[in-house]
């Protein structure tokens, strides 16, 4: 079966730009999560999808960050306006259902670096 | 919330030796402990995981064992490999407010020296 796609794989701005990145999760999976990876660092959840509906983005800077999953396929992630810190990998992953010991299937990720 | 807590952060073996990588949690509610293998520039991908109603698992040259008591978990790779060499993630389940959340450790950079 196809995996979790992601696009771009790279991409690099300046502060203060604006950025998106795009994830199509398999098919049928319908969770969706989008981590983000900096550095050194373990995956840190931004916010995670149920079909088209938030269920958690507790960790979400939200006046920067904001992601959307209109019809529960694809999803985009963007940021607005980006600061350095926001350099790291976005990492999308999908699940069958939520209910935690699904397995969570990755995306290759985008790597981002703000300038 | 969650923390995880890895050690140690890196790791180098001869080839043929075992590995151990530890990892601590804070919630004891939580239930599920996936461990996750991530070579460079490459996607992390689960290797190994245990529910929390088990003790030990093992798929061939690795193994988790799970402390629920202590909060603690352990993955072991025995007969190690060059290509093993890759950074591993250990994580947990934590749910809250309706979600389910994993939380990863910090990771723990693993060489295999030939």
């Known amino acids: 079966e196809a995996g979790v796609a992601q696009s771009p794989r790279y991409k690099i701005i300046e502060k203060r730009q604006s950025v998106a990145f795009w994830c199509n999760p398999i098919?049928?999976?319908?969770?969706l999560y989008w981590y983000q990876q900096i550095l050194g660092q373990g995956p840190k959840l931004l916010i995670q999808?149920?079909?088209?509906?938030?269920?958690?983005d507790s960790q979400l800077p939200k006046d920067r960050f904001s992601a959307e999953r209109l019809k529960g396929v694809d999803s985009t992630l963007k940021i607005q306006p980006a600061k350095l810190e926001d350099s790291a990998v976005y990492l999308c992953a999908s699940s069958l259902v939520q209910g935690g010991t699904n397995e969570q299937f990755f995306g290759p990720g985008t790597r981002l670096t703000v300038l | 919330g969650e923390n995880v807590e890895q050690h140690p952060s890196t790791l180098s073996v001869q080839e043929g030796d075992s590995a151990v990588i530890k990892c601590t949690y804070s919630d004891s509610a939580s239930n599920y402990f996936p461990w996750y293998k991530q070579e460079l520039g490459k996607r992390p991908q689960l290797i190994i995981d245990i529910r929390s109603n088990v003790g030990e698992k093992k798929d061939q040259r690795i193994a988790v064992t799970l402390n629920k008591t202590a909060k603690h978990f352990s993955l072991h790779i025995t007969e190690t490999q060059p290509e093993d060499s890759a950074v591993y993630f250990c994580?947990?389940?934590?749910?809250?407010?309706?979600?389910?959340?994993?939380?990863f450790g910090k990771g723990t950079k693993l060489s295999v020296i030939p």
């Open positions: 999808f149920q079909n088209n509906g938030v269920v958690d």
């Open positions: 994580a947990t389940l934590y749910s809250g407010a309706g979600s389910y959340q994993l939380t």
């Open positions: 098919s049928g999976h319908a969770t």
